[in-house]
T-cell receptor, first 113, second 117 residues
Framework: KQEVTQIPAALSVPEGENLVLNCSFT??????LQWFRQDPGKGLTSLLL?????REQTSGRLNASLDKSSGRSTLYIAASQPGDSATYLC????????????FGRGTQLTVWP | DAGVTQSPTHLIKTRGQHVTLRCSPI?????VSWYQQVLGQGPQFIFQ???????GRGNFPDRFSARQFPNYSSELNVNALLLGDSALYLC????????????????FGPGTRLTVL
C-alpha cells in the first residue's frame, strides 16, 4: 500500500522568504508525482507534474524535485507572497493502476505581509 | 477552454437519503476519477472510469456507485447517506492516452460540498 506523508503540516512565514515543502512516499514504483494547490473549500489546481524518469520540474517561482529511489519530493517556493497562502498537496500515481492518485494530507501555508 | 465542471456546488441531505453528483470532463478527456476529501485530510480515491468502463475502485462501501456516459461525463451516486459521508467530492479528468500513460496529468474540478444532517 502506498503511504504519502507531507512535512510540515503547517507553515507560517513572512513575505519574501524562500520555502521548502517536503513529501515522502513508501513505494518507489511510481509513474509520476503531482503537486497541487488547494484554496479553502475549493478544488485542486495542478502546479507541477514530474515523470518518474525526471529529476525536477520548474514553473515560475516553483521548483519541484523527485528522488524516486529514496521516496522523496521537494517543492521549493521562491520569494513567497501572500497570494501563495493555501494548502499544498503532493500526490503519487502508481504504475499498476490507470490513474489512481495517492495523496498526502497537505501542508497549510500562510504567508503574511 | 472550460475546465472540469461539477454540479451541484453545494448539497444538504439527511441521513438515509440518496444523492447524485455530476461531472463533465475537459473536452477530449476520456478518463474520469472521483475522490472524497474529508476536512483536514487529503483526497481519497473512490472510482475511475475510462471509456465508460470502471477501471479502478477504492476502499468504499457498495453504497457508492458511479457510471460514465458516451459523452464521457460521469455521475457518482451514494445511497443510504451517513453522517460520515459529509465531505468535498472531487472529480478529475485526464487524457489517458493509451501507450503514454506515464505522461497523464490529472485536472480537478471545483468539487461538490455534501453535508449530511
Amino acid at each position: 500500500k502506498q503511504e504519502v506523508t507531507q512535512i510540515p503540516a503547517a507553515l507560517s512565514v513572512p513575505e519574501g522568504e524562500n520555502l521548502v515543502l517536503n513529501c515522502s512516499f513508501t513505494d518507489s514504483a511510481i509513474y509520476n508525482l503531482q503537486w497541487f494547490r488547494q484554496d479553502p473549500g475549493k478544488g485542486l489546481t495542478s502546479l507541477l507534474l514530474i515523470q518518474s524518469s525526471q529529476r525536477e520540474q520548474t514553473s515560475g517561482r516553483l521548483n519541484a524535485s523527485l528522488d524516486k529511489s529514496s521516496g522523496r519530493s521537494t517543492l521549493y517556493i521562491a520569494a513567497s507572497q501572500p497570494g501563495d497562502s493555501a494548502t499544498y498537496l503532493c500526490a503519487v500515481r502508481r504504475g499498476s493502476t490507470l490513474g489512481r492518485l495517492y495523496f498526502g494530507r497537505g501542508t497549510q501555508l500562510t504567508v503574511w505581509p | 477552454d472550460a475546465g472540469v465542471t461539477q454540479s451541484p456546488t453545494h448539497l444538504i441531505k439527511t441521513r438515509g437519503q440518496h444523492v447524485t453528483l455530476r461531472c463533465s470532463p475537459i473536452s477530449g478527456h476520456k478518463s474520469v476519477s472521483w475522490y472524497q476529501q474529508v476536512l483536514g485530510q487529503g483526497p481519497q480515491f473512490i472510482f475511475q472510469y475510462y471509456e465508460k468502463e470502471e477501471r479502478g475502485r477504492g476502499n468504499f462501501p457498495d453504497r457508492f456507485s458511479a457510471r460514465q456516459f458516451p459523452n464521457y461525463s460521469s455521475e457518482l451516486n451514494v445511497n443510504a447517506l451517513l453522517l460520515g459521508d459529509s465531505a468535498l467530492y472531487l472529480c478529475a479528468s485526464s487524457p489517458t492516452l493509451m501507450g503514454q500513460e506515464n505522461y497523464n496529468e490529472q485536472f480537478f474540478g471545483p468539487g461538490t460540498r455534501l453535508t449530511v444532517l
